[in-house]
Structure formats: C-alpha cells, structure tokens
C-alpha cells in the first residue's frame, strides 16, 4: 500500500506560482512512474504531466512551458512547478502512483486563481 500526500496548492492571483508536492510512503525510484492530473469544477479529470522511473517526462501539449515535473528520489517526492498561472488552471491536483503493486491516488490539493 502506497500513500501520496499533496500540498502546497491555494489561492493565486493570475500569473503567479505555485509549487504543488506529493509525498509518497514507498521508495519512489522504484515506481514506474508518478502523474499529476486536474479535475475542475464539472469536468473530467485530466492528466497533467507525467515523469518515469528513468526521467522521462510527459506533459499535456497544452500546459509545456509553464508546468514542470520532477522528483527527489532521497525525500521521495515528486514536485509540480506551476507557472504563468491562468484561471482556468483552477482545479484540484491529485498525484497519481503507478507501482508494481497497483496505483495509488492522493487526496488532492485545491490550487485557485484568480483574475
């Protein structure tokens, strides 16, 4: 069994940052890969970006150049840098393992911003 913690979202004004974290009970070197998605207010769940066991990252088009995703195996936590920060970003983030053992959500954190 895996849990992921979120934090670090909140209230931001347009064209601010955050920086989201998701800290995982398990050695994350070993996940095949971590993902952060977003759910907005009456809508579907979307993946947001993704970063493997070996680095490799991945992102929806939509979002490359202003989110970025890494890790740090040592505090097992992946991070998500959220810049240039639009309202319609609004939504809550969850973090998502994929583990050898099965997957894994977070609670989710609420990141809102505002125009």
């Known amino acids: 069994q895996v849990q992921l913690v979120e934090s670090g979202g909140g209230l931001v004004q347009a064209g601010g940052s955050l920086r989201l974290s998701c800290a995982a009970s398990g050695s994350i070197s070993s996940f095949n890969a971590m993902t952060w998605y977003r759910q907005a207010p009456g809508k579907q769940r979307e993946l947001v970006a993704t970063i493997t066991s070996n680095d490799g990252t991945y992102y929806t088009d939509s979002l490359k150049g202003r989110f970025t995703i890494s890790r740090d195996n040592a505090k097992n936590t992946v991070y998500l840098q959220m810049n240039s920060l639009k309202p319609e970003d609004t939504a809550v983030y969850y973090c998502?393992?994929?583990?050898?053992?099965?997957?894994?959500w977070g609670q989710g954190t609420q990141v809102t911003v505002s125009s």
């Open positions: 998502h393992a994929n583990v050898g053992s099965g997957r894994y």
